[in-house]
């Protein structure tokens, strides 16, 4: 399994102003995805990130609201612009496992709170 | 659409064993079952998957029933550290294909 950091671990923000997560990983992997937890909700993909092409979006999430950068094989981040509280929610990144099963290993998350 | 169903709840006494079921009828054949788990306040931690054949690691066991249709998630001695959300999540190994969470199941291991 690969080790995760995840830089903040938490915010408070406020409306209109815009917060970068980091996502570091201790080894190099290809793909690297992330997700949003609204409160009391399941897991959501944002958008999947492979280094050295755009990010993949999923219905109802856009590049201009949540811009990835993956600059190399162990780190990427996410920006939630323009923020409103409904962009309050815990935000994760993830990464394949190495055995050839398609499991991913998480990072611990960033709860963000918009006021 | 949801491919797998789980119950909303369940509690297991410590120490017993904790059998969590999950339905995925429309399985089709070369999809997997995994399961994750998420203690609160962390993020969603892999546990095991399968394909057709029982399996075991060092968290858990995996039945799979013979026609593929559900399976049973089994940690075989619950402990405190256990209570958590359950996911079974049905999806073709293939980095093609998203990781879809459902609601799981809530876990809550009694002292």
């Known amino acids: 399994s690969a080790v995760i950091s995840q830089k903040p671990s938490r915010d408070i923000c406020q409306r209109g102003t815009s917060l970068t997560i980091q996502c570091q990983v201790d080894?190099?992997?290809?793909?690297m995805f992330w997700y949003r937890q609204q409160p009391g909700q399941s897991l959501t993909l944002i958008a999947t990130?492979?280094?050295?092409?755009?990010?993949?979006?999923e219905s109802g999430f856009v590049i201009d609201k949540f811009p990835i950068s993956r600059p190399n094989l162990t780190f990427s981040t996410l920006t939630v612009s323009n923020m409103s509280p409904e962009d309050s929610s815990i935000y994760l990144c993830?990464?394949?496992?190495?055995?050839?099963?398609?499991?991913?290993?998480f990072g611990p998350g960033t709860r963000l709170t918009v006021t | 659409d949801a491919k797998t169903t789980q119950p909303t709840s369940m509690d297991c006494a410590e120490g017993r064993a904790a059998n969590l079921p999950c339905n995925h009828s429309t399985i089709s054949g070369n999809e997997y079952v995994y399961w994750y788990r998420q203690i609160h306040s962390q993020g969603p931690q892999y546990i095991i998957h399968g394909l057709k054949n029982n399996e075991t690691n060092e968290m858990a066991s995996l039945i799979i029933t013979e026609d593929r249709k559900s399976s049973t998630l089994i940690l075989p001695h619950a402990t405190l550290r256990d209570t958590a959300v359950y996911y079974c999540?049905?999806?073709?190994?293939?980095?093609?294909?998203?990781?879809?969470f459902g609601t799981g199941t809530r876990l809550t291991i009694i002292p």
């Open positions: 999540i049905v999806r073709v190994a293939s980095n093609a294909e998203k990781l879809t």
């Open positions: 993830s990464v394949e496992g190495r055995d050839g099963f398609y499991e991913q290993y």
């Open positions: 080894s190099q992997v290809t793909m």
């Open positions: 990130a492979n280094q050295g092409s755009e990010a993949t979006y």
